[in-house]
């Protein structure tokens, strides 16, 4: 690996104006460096672009895209396909990254160079600090592993293998990506660190459970048990806790 890996973060956004910059914000302040930031633009009719494009004019890093509209996994393949880094990471708009995030990832990275899937626990909140883009400690309701893009790095090459995002999901894209890298037995382990802070807030799509999100959620399942069928290989994937780090 080389001594300063080319990292690519994608944010897609559709009406993140109250958010975004602080978002952007933890990506910056990140101890190693990111050398490309895509911002997909995902048809905002607030000032999200305006707020976007202001931060870009003093980070070179920024890149703005216009999205298919299509919900937030279309979005983020249009960035996919024409991301240069070695790794992948993933934030949305309304999310922040903790300070260390990167370093750990690719602390991990560097020590087990046949890893290709590096991921960590997630704290909910639902407040932030007045004077700093973080979460307020009196604000964290839960901390523990869940499949949250923004909590994992990856390497640019797993999506060559197992494709990208699944453009017929409006929810549960992310399950059916991880369920893929699963199947696909890609080397992964789950740090026992927080690095991502999931905000709790009603304008989110997953603010409520609803009938479609439920349906989509038990289709990636389904499409899973489907694949798994027709390789001849139907047994449950192992638990995510066989994962885990000590």
Known sequence: MSDIPKISVIMPVRNGEKYIADALKTVFDQAWPV????????????????????LASRFPAIRVLDGPRRGPGPARNVALRIAGGEFIGFLDCDDLWPADKLSLHLARFARTPHMDVVSGFV???DRQMTDAPAPDPAAITDELFHVHLGATLYR??????VGIFDENFLYSEDVDLMLRI??????MTILNAVTLCYRRHAESM????????KRDFNRALMQSLIRRRKSGNARPLPPFKHLMEE
Not at 39 to 49: L, P, Y
Not at 156 to 161: M, Q
Not at 182 to 187: F, M, T
Not at 206 to 213: C, G, H, I, N, Q
């Open 35 to 54: 050398q490309e930031i895509l911002v997909i633009d995902d048809g905002s009719t607030d000032r999200s672009r305006e707020v976007v494009e202001s």
């Open 123 to 125: 704290s909910y909140f």
């Open 182 to 187: 699963r199947e696909a037995e890609i080397p």
């Open 206 to 213: 997953t603010s409520t459970y609803t009938a479609e999100e």
């Open 156 to 161: 640019r090459t797993v999506f060559e293998r």
